[in-house]
């Protein structure tokens, strides 16, 4: 008898954390301003995409006035092998790794005036995001992202 009553209490037990738990993810897509993606697209673009949702998204137009007033500068957050074979215009190569190091270097970039945009092209977007994960966590916001949704240059030539 003492065991089935063992069990019973277990299972109980076990319900009533499941129903903690389904209210608390209930709460928390209530409270995020996107929401969770509770079914869908689980492809790293997708992810990605919910990951920079709480960044400012530079677009090419923009890019194309910063770059007239000499005032853009980008960071590279792909490796540097990736970044060699396709480098961009005064860009500094940063893999997120590296934040600790360069950030500096990057503070003193955005006190001279420019502005600084986390390139982030397509198969290499998630490393963007992952770079403005790590450059917030430093205490450092800005910066932009720019999003090429093909590999190519953003100067649109």
Do not use: H
């Not at 920079?52 to 677009?59: F, G, K, P, Q, R």
């Not at 770059?67 to 500094?92: G, H, N, Y």
């Not at 950030?103 to 955005?110: D, F, M, N, V």
């Amino acid at each position: 008898m003492a065991i089935r009553s063992y069990v019973e209490t277990s299972f109980c037990q076990a319900a009533v954390l499941v129903v903690l738990g389904g209210l608390s993810a209930v709460i928390v897509n209530g409270l995020r301003p996107a929401g969770l993606p509770w079914i869908g697209d689980w492809l790293p673009a997708v992810v990605t995409s919910i990951q920079l949702n709480d960044y400012d998204i530079v677009s090419r137009e923009k890019i194309r006035s910063l770059k007239e007033t000499d005032s853009l500068f980008f960071i590279d957050p792909r490796d540097t092998q990736v970044a060699l074979s396709f480098s961009l215009p005064e860009s500094l190569n940063v893999p997120p790794v590296e934040v600790p190091a360069m950030l500096p270097e990057i503070c003193a970039l955005a006190d001279a005036g420019m502005e600084i945009v986390i390139f982030c092209d397509g198969a290499y977007c998630s490393r963007g995001s992952e770079l403005a994960r790590v450059l917030t966590e430093n205490d450092f916001r800005k910066f932009r992202l720019f999003r090429e949704e093909r590999t190519g240059n953003p100067n649109g030539s």
